[in-house]
C-alpha cells in the first residue's frame, strides 16, 4: 500500500530533524466550532488600516447587514462586558409574583442541629420565582441523574411543604430526612449531626443545583453556563474598576454573583452597609495590585458596583469574624426595610435597567455566639401576603414590624411582575390612583358640608350609602365645579436644611424686634397714665419736669452694713492669695483624662497610703505617748518622733513593745465583714458547705 504524502513527511521528519522538512509539512486547517468573540468585536469596533479598495464594479459593503450577520454572536458592550453566546433559560418563563394564593406552608423537623438546614430551605421556598419553577417539576422530567439529584430533592420538598403534605401528622410537619442523608454530598465540608453556617451552607446548595442544570447542556463556555435557571433568578454581576495611581490607567473586569456579602462594622443600615461596598477602596502596602501597563506593584485604588441587578436579590451580613482562630460575633442591630432600591449602588448608565425597587421575601435571623452554635430560624411572607415565622415545626403569623425589627443575617429581596413591563410600572394603575383620591375627597366634603354649591341636600342624603354607577357619579361629579389651573397651589418648593435655619433665624429676630416695640409702647403708655394729663398751664409743665430732674439727680443711698462685708471678703481673698502653696511629694493627682487601670491604681495607693498613716498615729500614740500629756513607758511627756543627740528618749520593755505593737495593729477583721479587696474583685470567697462562712 503506497503511503500518503503526509505520512512520508512525517516519516522524514522523525528520521532527520532539520528546519527543511518541518516547512515541508503540510498545514490543514479547519473551522472553528465556537466563534471568537473577542476577534468578532475587535473587527466591529476598528477598520483596517491596510484594507485594499473596492475594485471597479464591485458593490459596496452595507453596514446594516454587517451588524445582522453578527446578531448571533455575542458581542462586548461599550463597557467591556461579554455577553453569552448562548441562552440556557429563558427569563421571560420566570413568574415573580404567586399565582395563586393559598395558606403558608408546614414546619420542617429537627433532625439534629439542622436548623441551618431547615431555615435556609423556608427561605427559599418562599421566593416566587424559585418556587414555581420546582413546582412545575420542568427539571424533573427531563433529568437523567442516576443517583442524587440536588433539584428534584428541592421539587419534591417545595411541592410537600406548599401542598401541605406532612410526614408526621402530630406536629404537621415534614421531615428533610432526604436532604439531611445527602448533605456530604451537597458538599464534603459539612457534616451530619453538627451545626453548620446558614450562609455556608445556602452556597453549597446552589453550587450543587447550578451542575444538575448544566448535566444536560455538555460543554460550553462560562458566559452560556451563567444563564440558567439558576442565575436568571438569582444570578448578578459586579463590575470591578482599578485606577492605577502611577499611569492612571483603569481595569475593568466583571464576575458573577449569586449573594452579596456586605460588611456591617461601618453603619448601623443596610443602605450604610452597600455604600461602603460600592465606595472606593485603596489597594496599597501588602495588598497592592500590579499594573500590567507599569509591569510592577502599585498603589492603587478598587471600586465594586453592581453591573446587573438579580430579580431576587440575596444579601448576607458579615456578622462572623474570624481573627488568630477566634471566631468573634458582631451583634449589632443592622436596620433595614421592607423595600430596598438598588439604583445608587449600581454602576453608572446600568441604573436604567433595574425596572424598580426590591421587596422583602424572607429573612433568616441566627441567634447564638458562633457559627457551629446557636439557633436558626426564618422569617418569611407567604402568598397570602403575611408574614409567619419558621421555627422548625413551628409557624407562627408575626406583624411587618416584628420582621423589621430582627438582627438579620441573611435578607431575601425580589422584584414584581408588575414591575418589569417596559422597565416602568403600568400605566392603568398610574392613571386611577389621582382619580380615585379625588373622588374620595369629593365624598369626604359631601359628607362633612352635607351640601353642595349645585345639589340639594336631599339628593346628596340620597346618594350617600348607596351604590350608585360610574356614569351616575360622574354626572353627580361633573356638577361640582372645579378650580382653573391657574388657580392651583404649586407644589412647595423642598427646603435644604441651612435655607431652613436661616429661615428660622429671621423669624427669631422679627419676633424679638416685635416684642421689643411692643414693650417700648406699652412702657411709654404707663408713664402717660403714671404722669398724669400734662396738658396744663406751661408754668405747672415745667414745675413738674423741675422736680422730676431734682428727683433722678439725687444719690442713692448707701448700705454701709453691705460695704462692710464686701471689704472684709475683699481682705480675706487677698489675704489667702497671698499664702505660700506648700507641694507634698506624697500627694496622688488624678485626672480626668487618665485610663481606668491607671485610676484604679492610683485609688490603690490613696488606700494603702491612709492605712499606713492611720498605723503609723496608733503606733505613736501607743508607744511613745505623742499627744498625751504624759508617755506610756516614762513620766516626761515626749513631743517629738526621733530625739537628737542630747536626748535618747526613755528605755522601753521590749514586752511592752511588741504588746503596743500588738493593739496597734488592731483587731482582725471578721470572716464575713466588708473587704475592701473583695470588693475590687482582688480576693475570691468561696462559700463552704461544712462551715457555711466565707473563707
Known sequence: MAMQPSAILDTSLSKRNNVAALLAREIVFREARQPDHKMEALRKKYTPINETQLKAGSLPSNGAEDEESFDHIALVDENGFERAAKQLFDPSRLQLTWKNIQPVGLGIQNLGNTCFLSSTLQALTYVPAFAQYLLSEQHGRSCKFHDFCVLCALEQHVKQALERVPDNTVDNSISPTKLVGKIRAIASTLKPGRQEDAHEFLRHLLQAAQKCCLDAHGMIDQRSQETTFLYQVFGGYLQSQIECFRCKNITKSFEAFLDLSVDIHS????????????????????????????????????????????????????????????????????????????????????????????????????????????????????????????????????????????????????????????????????????????????????????????????????????????????????????????????????????????????????????????????????????????????????????????????????????????????????????????????????????????????????????????????????????????????TDAITRWDGDDMDIGTPVNEADREAALRRGQGRKKRVDAYDVDYDRGKVKKIKTKNTQRFE
Not at 416602568?424 to 354649591?453: C, F, G, I, L, Y
Not at 453691705?562 to 481682705?571: T, V
Open 267 to 634: 453603619g448601623k443600615s443596610l443602605s450604610r452597609a452597600l455604600d461602603e461596598f460600592t465606595n472606593f477602596h485603596q489597594m496599597s502596602d501588602d495588598n497592592k495590585y500590579h499594573c500590567e501597563n507599569c509591569d510592577d506593584k502599585v498603589t492603587a485604588r478598587k471600586k465594586l458596583t453592581i453591573y446587573k441587578a438579580p430579580k431576587t436579590l440575596t444579601i448576607h451580613l458579615k456578622r462572623f469574624s474570624f481573627q488568630d482562630g477566634h471566631i468573634s460575633k458582631v451583634d449589632k442591630m443592622i436596620t433595614y426595610k421592607e423595600q430596598l432600591d438598588i439604583r445608587p449602588h449600581m454602576t453608572e448608565g446600568q441604573e436604567k435597567n433595574v425596572p424598580g425597587i426590591h421587596k422583602l421575601l424572607a429573612v433568616i435571623v441566627h441567634s447564638g455566639a458562633t457559627t457551629h452554635s446557636g439557633h436558626y430560624v426564618a422569617y418569611i411572607k407567604s402568598s397570602n401576603g403575611l408574614w409567619y415565622c419558621m421555627n422548625d415545626t413551628s409557624v407562627q403569623q408575626v406583624s411587618t414590624q416584628t420582621v423589621l425589627n430582627q438582627k438579620a443575617y441573611i435578607l431575601f429581596y425580589g422584584l414584581e411582575k408588575s414591575e418589569l413591563k417596559n422597565g416602568t410600572s403600568k400605566d392603568t394603575t398610574d392613571k386611577k390612583e389621582p382619580k380615585k383620591k379625588t373622588k374620595v375627597k369629593e365624598t369626604m366634603a359631601v359628607r362633612e358640608n352635607n351640601q353642595t354649591p349645585d345639589l340639594e341636600s336631599s339628593e346628596v342624603s340620597d346618594m350617600l350609602g348607596v351604590k350608585i354607577s360610574r356614569k351616575d357619579f360622574a354626572k353627580t361629579a361633573s356638577a361640582v365645579p372645579q378650580k382653573p389651573v391657574s388657580e392651583t397651589k404649586a407644589s412647595p418648593k423642598m427646603m435644604t436644611n441651612k435655607e431652613r435655619k436661616l429661615l428660622r433665624k429671621q423669624k427669631i429676630e422679627e419676633a424679638r424686634l416685635a416684642r421689643q416695640q411692643e414693650n417700648a409702647q406699652a412702657s411709654t403708655e404707663e408713664f402717660k397714665l403714671d404722669q398724669g394729663d400734662l396738658s396744663g398751664p406751661s408754668a405747672e409743665i415745667e414745675k413738674a419736669v423741675h422736680e422730676l430732674n431734682q428727683v433722678t439727680k439725687q444719690a442713692p443711698e448707701v448700705d454701709e452694713d453691705k460695704l462692710e462685708e464686701q471689704n472684709k471678703l475683699k481682705a480675706a481673698i487677698s489675704a489667702a492669695a497671698a499664702l505660700p502653696t506648700v507641694a507634698s511629694s506624697s500627694a496622688v493627682v488624678v485626672n480626668y483624662n487618665d485610663k481606668m487601670d491607671d485610676k484604679r491604681a492610683k485609688l490603690d495607693a490613696v488606700i494603702q497610703l491612709e492605712a499606713a498613716m492611720g498605723q503609723s498615729e496608733t503606733v505613736k500614740k501607743d508607744i511613745f505617748g505623742v499627744g498625751t500629756r504624759k508617755g506610756q513607758f516614762g
